[in-house]
């Protein structure tokens, strides 16, 4: 998918069952694609949660896709286990990989309000590039 591409809509169920969109009209999102039995997406969540707690504010909503297709009780106790607040969701019909194509997790991609492609990272995100993350929702985000 290229950088400034409008990627098709998405939907998908968050934890507490309600819907997530992906797509045009939303906000500026950081879309985490991992799954449980992966190391480097346990190693990339502590740095995940310190960006959605810096960023929301900002106009940042940070959606981690669970693509395994895990029980909601697993997840759950993921989740709680390592201390985690951003919203996760399940992809429980494999739907994510015919709209994001992705070839391992973590994967992840950053979404304009229009729905386009900003940047997308194959393994866990590079610190330099967090920098890039905060300018572009603090110059893009919520009050823009």
Known sequence: MPV?????????????GEPAHIG???PVTLLN???TWCAPCRVEFPDLETLHHE???????LLAVDVDAERIAILEAF?????LTLMIARDTL???????PYVGVPTSFLLAKDGSLVRGWTGIIPKDDYAFIEDYVRTHGASR
Do not use: K
């Open 4 to 16: 400034g591409e409008v990627v098709d809509s998405y939907e998908v169920r968050t934890l507490d």
């Open 24 to 26: 045009p009209s939303q």
């Open 33 to 35: 694609l991992w799954a």
């Open 55 to 61: 960023l929301s504010p900002a106009g940042l909503r």
């Open 79 to 83: 989740a709680e286990d390592i201390g």
């Open 94 to 100: 494999g739907a994510i990989q015919s709209t994001y």
